[in-house]
């Protein structure tokens, strides 16, 4: 195995793109976040914010007719698209041009929501981020892990990431059967944890930032808005998954001494994204 490569400020420095003065919110690019069930729409209302407030111009939540009104209330600049079914989604079809797409948050896992994302992934070709829920269905449907376009970013927790690649029974048994599903499947995987682990085929990354008070509900959901904001704004996929980790751990550290472990919540990462960009200019 590769020894990891630190993401650190330095690796940062290296992809990170500061906005240009004249760019227009059409240029900052329009990213798709698709999930959400009833009971679980909060999930879509985090990670659509967390994508407006990572830098793209426009953000699209797609989301079942029970989520229309919460997200258009909890955050009026996100617009919404709704499926036909009221509590999940049946169908993903939308009339707007994407630069990035998220799938998963939320979205639960019924017969008519797996058909769904099948017939959503053997039609998009677009820069793509698979969390949560979509990867619990992947894992379900092994076969349909061929419908993927190279390049998508995988956003397991240890638990989606098992379901998905088997037991290891090791840490290098974990590392070596990731790295052969990247390999194979040509898939960057944002390994969650602590610390996070970014694999690009047979490179293997490791995050530097980040403590114990991101172990809260939703900090995930907030992760998988970044990263498709990221490509939303043009960045590689691979460059994306790591400035997000980056930027997401360090809100934490940021907000540590305010708000201690305890009462940090997913909404803290949201409210200290832009210090943690600020602090990329200094
Ligand atoms: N407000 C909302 O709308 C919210 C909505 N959400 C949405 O809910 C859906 C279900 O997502 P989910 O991740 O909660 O469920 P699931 O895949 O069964 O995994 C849970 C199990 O995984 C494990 N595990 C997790 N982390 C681990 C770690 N670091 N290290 C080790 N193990 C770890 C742990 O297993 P255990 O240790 O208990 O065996 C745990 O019990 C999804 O769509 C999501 O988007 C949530 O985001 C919350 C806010
Ligand atoms: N102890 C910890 N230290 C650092 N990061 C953590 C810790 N616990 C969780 N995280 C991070 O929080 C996020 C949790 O994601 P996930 O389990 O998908 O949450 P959710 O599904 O509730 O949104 C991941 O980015 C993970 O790396
Ligand atoms: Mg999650």
């Not at 009221?86 to 009339?95: A, G, N, P, Q, R």
């Not at 956003?155 to 974990?174: A, D, F, N, Q, V």
Request: with cysteine; aromatic share 6%.
């Amino acid at each position: 195995m590769n020894s990891p490569i630190a993401i650190d400020r330095n690796e940062i420095l290296k992809r990170y793109k500061p906005i240009v003065q004249h760019t227009h919110k059409g240029m900052q690019g329009h990213a798709l976040i698709i999930g959400g069930s009833y009971g679980k729409i909060g999930a879509m209302c985090l990670a659509s914010k967390a994508a407006l407030k990572t830098g793209c111009g426009l953000v699209t939540a797609f989301v079942p007719q029970c989520g229309y009104d919460i997200v258009q209330i909890a955050i009026p600049e996100v617009m919404v698209v709704t499926d036909d079914h009221d509590k999940y989604l049946s169908e993903i079809t939308f009339h707007l041009e994407p630069n990035a797409i998220g799938i998963g948050p939320g979205m639960g896992q019924k017969m008519a929501t797996q058909k769904a994302l099948h017939d959503f992934l053997s039609n998009t070709s677009l820069p793509l981020v698979i969390d949560a829920d979509a990867l619990n269905i992947l894992a379900h449907n092994s076969s349909w892990v061929a419908l993927i376009s190279p390049r998508t970013v995988l956003t397991p927790h240890p638990k989606e990431l098992e379901r998905l690649i088997g037991k290891w029974y090791s840490e290098e048994e974990m590392f070596s059967k990731a790295v052969i599903f990247s390999l194979v499947n040509q898939v960057v995987i944002v390994m969650k944890g602590a610390p996070t682990y970014i694999i690009d085929g047979d490179a293997i990354y490791v995050n530097t930032t980040g403590n114990a008070a991101l172990a809260t509900a939703g900090s995930g959901d907030v992760l998988t808005g970044m990263i498709t904001s990221l490509l939303a704004q043009s960045y590689k996929p691979i460059d994306a998954a790591i400035l997000g980790v980056y930027l997401h751990g360090l809100t934490a550290d940021i907000a540590l001494p305010e708000t201690g472990h305890q009462s940090f919540i997913a909404s803290s990462i949201i409210e200290n994204i832009g210090k943690a960009y600020l602090s990329l200019e200094g």
